[in-house]
């Protein structure tokens, strides 16, 4: 309840104590959310910029694409992902306005 939520803050105890008492239950939430999961959007994007390998650093994921797991199993998306720059193929998908920007660096 709401008692253990603010101990935390309310006593004074040993802060590297209470941190791990937190990640702890976080770890346990967390664990029991993966049953709960829902596909929701996906996109895609290829990673390299030409022919000769060179990585493309521009990580804008755009257009995406709306996900209903009872219509399309995680196979029928993986057989989609070579087509997914021929546009014939993509106009049949209902498309979920927004991007998706990641940063990315060669090491």
Do not use: H
């Amino acid at each position: 309840g709401i008692a253990q939520c603010a101990e935390p803050y309310i006593k004074s105890s040993d802060a590297n104590k209470a941190t791990q008492k937190v990640l702890k239950a976080a770890k346990q939430i967390c664990s029991r959310l993966g049953g709960y999961k829902m596909a929701f959007a996906w996109a895609a994007r290829p990673v390299f910029k030409d022919t000769e390998g060179s990585i493309d650093t521009s990580g804008k994921f755009s257009p995406f694409y709306k996900q209903d797991s009872n219509k399309l199993s995680d196979e029928d998306l993986l057989k989609m992902l070579p087509d997914f720059r021929k546009a014939e193929k993509m106009s049949k998908l209902q498309v979920i306005p927004g991007n998706f920007d990641v940063t990315i660096e060669c090491v």
